[in-house]
C-alpha cells in the first residue's frame, strides 16, 4: 500500500481541502480504468509539451472540437502504419476526435536503434508511437496481438492469432470508444502485401457489423455501437494486365477484391469516395498537417532510422474507398461524415424516444459554442471563458437530466451520455486553456518508489491567465487508481490564486516495507512462441501502458465552477535529443537477472561462466546472498555469495563458475534467488530500463533463469575475430559461448584498414545502414579478404547493395519468415558447411521468428550458394548464404537470421557461424 504524507508549503497549499467531484467526466470508470473512451478529463504526460497542445493554439483547436461530434477509429496491424497525415488532418483540422487502434506493438520488426527485440522491443515501439501521436492528435489503443514476424498470408496472422480474438479487440475499441466512422490503411487483401496487415484491413470492415450486434461478445459488458461508415484507403499497388503484385510473396495475384461488409467480390480495383487533403496548410501548426504528422512518424526511430521522415509542402491527396454505410452515400463525398449529422444537436438523433428537452437544450449549448468561437482571440483568450464555463455548467446540468431521465431507453441513455462526458471533458478543457492554468509536478530524476522508501513530490500550480481563480482541492491516484486523501484539511481563507501567480507544495509518497506495488507491463507472454499477450486485468486490455504510478489533480473554481486539470509526476531529464519525460514509476527494491540469459554450452566443456547482475533500489543500500538452483548434479563454485550495495542504482555483479554433473545434448534452465537480508525477501526476477536517448523508458520485467544446452559444436583453435556493431544484436556476446571473445571495431579501424590482426571481421545486422560511411570504406574490407581474412557479412538492406568482392545485388531483398520452413542442403561438402561441424537439416530445428531476412536476388558465379530455404508459394531462395573465394581469404554474405537465434540459444545457429568464423583456418 501507498501512503501519502501531508504536505507542506505556503500561501493558498499550507493546507487543502480535498473536495471530490460529483460529476460524471471526472469518475473512474471501473470497466474503463485507462479512461480509453475518452469521457474523463486526461492529465499531461509530458514536460514540455508540443507548442499545438497548449496555449492558445491548443484552445483553438479545442474549440473546433466542442463544435462538432465528429468521431473516428483507425485500425492498423503495426506502430507506423498509420496515415498520419489523414489523422492529423482530421483531428487537428477537421476538429474531429480521432482514435487509433493498434493491433499489436510492433514486436517483431527490425530495431535501428538498439539491440532490443520481442518484448523489449514492443515497450520501445509503445513509447514512440505514443510520441508520433501527440503530434497527430490521436488517442491510442493496442491490441493483444504479438507481431511474429513478417507474415505473406492473413490466413497465416489469423492461424496463430484467432479471428476471434482480434475481433473482440476491435470490438472492444469501437464499444469504447463509439466513433461514427472506422477507417484503416488497408483493405483485407493482397495488395496490403503483410499479412498483419490484411488482418487488419478486414477486421476494420467486419467490426462495422459486429460491433453493432448485441449477440457479438456480451460477455465484454459494453453497449453496442453502430458505427456510420467504414472506410479504407485506396491500395498503393495498381492493377495491372498480370492482376495485382503481392509483395509479400513476389507475385501477381488475380485483380479481385473483396467487401466484408457485403460480403460480394468485384473485379474493379477500389476508387476513392472521398479525397482527404493531407497536404492543406494549417496556420496553427505552421506547415501542411502531412508534414506535421511526418515529425511525429520520424520519432519512431527503431523503424526510421535516425534520419526520419519528411513530407514536401503542397498538394498531398489520399483516397479512400468506403466500405459500408448505415447513411447511404454518393459516389464523391466531401468528408468521411457525409451525411452524419455531426453538429452538437445531432446528439439528439441518438435517443428519438426523448421529445422534450435534450434537442433545445443541445441547442443552447451549441450557441454557446459558436459565440465562444466568434469571439475567440489569440491576444484575450480570457475573454471566452464566460461563456466555457457557461457551456461546461450547461452540460453538466443535462448530464444530470439525462441520468434521470425516465422516457429513454437504457441504450439511448448510454449512447448520450458518452456523447456528453465528452463534450463536459473539451468544456473543461478549453476553459483550463482560456484561463492559462496548469499544473507541474516534478520528481528528482532516476526517482523510484520501493518498498521502505519515500519519494518528495514537488507541485506547482501556475495561473498564467488575466482572471484569478479559488483552488479547491488536491488529490492524487495511485497505481491502481484508487483516491488518496491523506493527511487534507481545510483551506485556509478563500484559497484565491490571483493571475500570474503560483503556489508550490509538496508531499511525500512512500511505500510501505512489505508492499508490492510495481509499475510493470499488464500484458505478458508466457514465452516467445506465444503470439499474444494475456492481461492481468480485463479492464485495461487495449490500454497502451500501465497506470502512471502517481497522477495530481488540481481542482478550481471559476465563477462558481469547477474545473480540473492535472499531470502525472514527472522527471524532467536533459538528453542531448532534448528533455525527456519519465513518470515516476514503482519499483521491487532488488533486481536479479541473468545477463545474457541464454546460450549454449560446448559438449565436453568441464564447467562454464556465469554472471548474476544485482541492483539494489533500496534507498540504504542493499545485502544478502546469491544462490543458484541447478539441474540436479550439478555444482557452483561459489556455491552462494554474498552481495552488498551501498545505494539505489548501484549494481554488483557476480560471477560462477558452473560444473555440469551429465551434460547432455538437451536444454537445461538455471534459476538465481536472491534472498534479502534486510527485507527477508526472495527476488527471482529482474527489471531493466528499455529505450533509448530522447526516448520515454519503460521497465521490461524477467524472470532470472539462464536456458541453455549442450551442444557438440567445435570451433577452430586460437581465432581471433574483430566485429563491428550494427544496429543492434548480441551476437557479439553470444559468441563467447564457444570461447571466441570478439573485439569490438570502429569505424576508424576498418577505415584505416586496422584489420591484419585478426582471422574473421564479422559486420553486424545492417551495419550499411548503421555506419554510412562503411559503403566508402568497403575496399579496405575487400583488402583484407584478398590478404587472407574472412569477411562475414550478416543481414543488411539496400546500403549494402553491390559490395561485394563480385557482383551481387538484393534486389528485393526478399525474406522467409516461416522458421519451420525446410533448409535444403544444396553442397553438403561446402566447406561452409562440413567443417569443423557437419551442418545437417537438424541444425536448423528449433529457430525462432524467421528463417532470414535479405536473401540476395542475384551473385556472380565466382559465389557458391550451399543452402536454399523458402516459404509456401515462394520461389526458392538460394540467396541466404554465398560464399566466394577472393585472393587468400574468403568473403561471406549470410541472410538467415542467425542474429535472433544465437541470443536464444538455438544449437544449429552457433554451429553454423563456428563454421564461418573458422573457414580461414580450414584454408590455410
Not at 470508444?177 to 484491413?201: A, I, K, M, N
Not at 498503393?236 to 509483395?247: A, L, N
Not at 524477467?702 to 567445435?714: C, E, F, L, N
Request: hydrophobic share 40%; proline share 6%; net charge negative.
Amino acid at each position: 500500500m501507498m501512503i501519502r504524507q501531508a504536505f507542506s508549503g505556503f500561501g493558498v497549499f499550507a493546507a487543502i481541502a480535498l473536495v471530490l467531484p460529483s460529476f460524471s467526466a471526472w469518475g473512474q470508470a471501473s470497466h474503463d480504468p485507462a479512461n480509453l473512451a475518452g469521457e474523463q478529463v486526461k492529465a499531461s504526460v509530458v514536460v514540455d509539451p508540443l507548442a499545438a497542445n497548449r496555449g492558445t493554439a491548443a484552445l483553438e483547436q479545442n474549440l473546433k472540437k466542442l463544435s462538432t461530434r465528429a468521431s473516428l477509429l483507425m485500425i492498423v496491424a503495426h506502430p507506423d502504419d498509420e496515415d498520419g497525415g489523414m489523422l492529423t488532418y482530421e483531428s487537428r483540422g477537421q476538429g474531429a476526435r480521432v482514435g487509433m487502434l493498434t493491433l499489436t506493438r510492433g514486436e517483431g520488426g527490425q530495431n535501428a536503434m538498439s539491440g532490443d527485440f520481442d518484448g523489449a522491443l514492443a515497450l520501445l515501439r509503445t513509447q514512440e508511437l505514443l510520441a508520433a501521436d501527440r503530434y497527430m492528435g490521436v488517442d491510442q489503443m493496442f491490441g493483444t496481438e504479438v507481431d511474429f514476424g513478417f507474415s505473406k498470408t492473413k490466413e497465416e496472422s489469423f492461424a496463430k492469432w484467432t479471428h476471434e480474438r482480434v475481433l473482440y479487440d476491435a470490438v472492444r475499441a469501437v464499444r469504447l470508444y463509439r466513433p461514427l466512422v472506422v477507417t484503416s490503411v488497408f483493405v483485407g487483401g493482397v495488395t496490403d502485401g503483410h499479412g498483419q496487415h490484411q488482418v487488419s484491413g478486414e477486421i476494420a470492415q467486419e467490426v462495422f457489423t459486429a460491433a453493432a450486434d448485441p449477440k457479438v461478445f456480451p460477455e465484454m459488458g459494453l453497449e453496442p455501437w453502430a458505427p456510420a461508415k467504414v472506410y479504407e484507403r485506396v491500395p498503393f499497388s495498381r492493377v495491372t494486365e498480370k492482376g495485382m503484385y503481392d509483395y509479400a510473396t513476389g507475385k501477381y495475384a488475380p485483380a479481385r477484391f473483396y467487401n466484408y461488409v457485403t460480403k460480394t467480390w468485384s473485379n474493379e480495383a477500389p476508387q476513392a469516395n472521398v479525397e482527404v487533403p493531407e497536404g492543406d496548410h494549417s496556420d496553427v501548426l505552421g506547415m501542411s498537417y502531412v508534414q506535421f504528422a511526418r515529425r511525429g512518424l520520424s520519432l519512431q526511430r527503431s523503424q526510421m532510422g535516425p534520419g526520419g521522415r519528411t513530407a514536401p509542402a503542397g498538394r498531398f491527396d489520399v483516397g479512400y474507398t468506403r466500405y459500408g454505410s448505415r447513411v447511404g452515400g454518393t459516389e464523391s463525398e466531401k468528408s468521411f461524415f457525409d451525411g452524419v449529422d455531426v453538429s452538437v444537436v445531432g446528439i439528439a438523433d441518438l435517443a428519438p424516444s426523448e421529445k422534450t428537452f435534450l434537442r433545445s437544450d443541445l441547442q443552447q449549448i451549441s450557441k454557446l459554442v459558436d459565440e465562444a468561437q466568434t469571439g475567440y482571440s489569440a491576444a484575450a483568450p480570457e475573454k471566452i471563458a464566460p461563456l466555457l464555463k457557461t457551456g461546461l455548467a450547461e452540460t453538466r446540468a443535462l448530464i444530470a437530466r439525462v441520468e434521470a431521465a425516465k422516457d429513454l431507453t437504457a441504450r439511448e441513455r448510454y449512447d448520450v451520455l458518452h456523447e456528453l462526458c465528452v463534450k463536459e471533458v473539451q468544456f473543461n478543457d478549453a476553459l483550463v486553456e482560456s484561463l492559462g492554468l496548469q499544473v507541474e509536478v516534478r520528481v528528482a530524476p532516476g526517482s523510484a518508489v520501493v518498498p521502505g522508501s519515500t519519494v518528495d513530490v514537488n507541485v506547482k500550480v501556475i495561473n498564467g491567465g488575466k482572471d484569478a481563480v479559488r483552488v479547491v482541492a488536491r488529490d492524487d491516484r495511485s497505481l491502481d487508481g484508487s483516491r488518496w486523501t491523506e493527511g487534507s484539511s481545510a483551506v485556509p481563507g478563500d484559497g484565491v490564486l490571483n493571475a500570474g501567480a503560483t503556489a508550490d507544495c509538496e508531499f511525500k509518497v512512500s511505500e510501505k516495507a512489505d508492499g508490492n506495488a510495481a509499475t510493470r507491463p499488464y500484458f505478458t507472454q508466457k514465452n516467445l512462441e506465444q503470439p499474444y499477450y494475456d492481461v492481468q486485468a480485463a479492464a485495461m486490455r487495449l490500454a497502451p501502458l500501465p497506470l502512471p504510478a502517481e497522477t495530481v489533480w488540481i481542482t478550481a473554481k471559476y465563477e462558481g465552477v469547477d474545473i480540473r486539470f492535472g499531470q502525472v509526476a514527472l522527471a524532467a531529464t536533459p538528453t542531448t535529443a532534448g528533455v525527456v519525460s519519465q513518470p515516476l514509476t514503482f519499483e521491487p527494491g532488488l533486481s536479479v537477472s541473468m545477463q545474457p540469459s541464454a546460450g549454449i554450452i560446448p559438449l565436453g566443456e568441464q564447467s562454464f561462466p556465469l554472471t548474476v547482475h544485482v541492483r539494489s533500489a533500496e534507498p540504504q543500500g542493499a545485502r544478502g546472498t546469491l544462490q543458484l538452483k541447478m539441474p540436479a548434479g550439478w555444482r557452483s563454485q561459489p556455491d552462494s555469495a554474498k552481495f552488498v550495495t551501498q545505494k539505489p542504482g548501484e549494481e554488483q555483479t557476480v560471477k560462477f563458475v558452473v560444473t555440469p554433473g551429465t551434460l547432455g545434448e538437451k536444454a537445461y534452465t538455471l534459476t538465481t534467488e536472491a534472498i534479502s537480508s534486510v527485507t527477508n525477501r526472495t527476488y527471482t526476477e529482474g527489471y531493466r530500463a528499455v529505450g533509448y536517448t530522447g526516448l520515454t523508458l519503460s521497465n521490461l520485467y524477467s524472470p532470472a533463469t539462464y536456458r541453455t544446452s549442450g551442444v557438440d559444436v567445435k570451433v577452430a583453435p586460437h581465432l581471433k575475430v574483430g566485429y563491428l556493431p550494427g544496429t543492434g544484436d548480441d551476437v557479439q556476446r553470444s559468441l563467447e559461448n564457444i570461447g571466441i571473445h570478439a573485439t569490438t571495431l570502429t569505424m576508424a579501424d576498418v577505415a584505416q584498414g586496422r584489420l591484419a590482426g585478426y582471422d574473421a571481421v564479422a559486420l553486424g545486422v545492417r551495419a550499411y545502414a548503421a555506419h554510412p560511411d562503411l559503403a566508402a570504406a568497403n575496399g579496405q574490407l575487400l583488402s583484407y579478404a584478398k590478404n587472407g581474412g574472412v569477411v562475414i557479412v550478416q543481414y543488411n538492406t539496400a546500403e549494402f547493395d553491390g559490395d561485394g568482392p563480385y557482383p551481387l545485388s538484393l534486389g528485393s531483398a526478399e525474406k522467409v519468415i516461416n522458421e519451420t520452413d525446410p533448409v535444403r542442403l544444396l553442397m553438403p561438402s561446402s566447406p561452409l558447411l562440413s567443417w569443423p561441424n557437419k551442418i545437417t537439416s537438424h541444425d536448423f530445428d528449433g529457430w525462432v521468428e524467421e528463417r532470414g531476412h535479405g536473401f540476395l536476388e542475384s551473385w556472380d558465379p565466382h559465389y557458391e550458394a550451399p543452402l536454399e530455404t523458402h516459404d509456401p508459394g515462394q520461389d526458392p531462395q538460394k540467396g541466404g548464404l554465398v560464399y566466394a573465394r577472393t585472393g587468400k581469404g574468403a568473403y561471406i554474405y549470410v541472410a538467415y537470421a542467425l542474429y535472433r537465434q544465437m541470443p536464444e540459444g538455438v544449437p544449429g545457429a552457433y554451429r553454423l557461424f563456428a563454421n564461418l568464423l573458422s573457414i580461414g583456418k580450414k584454408a590455410k
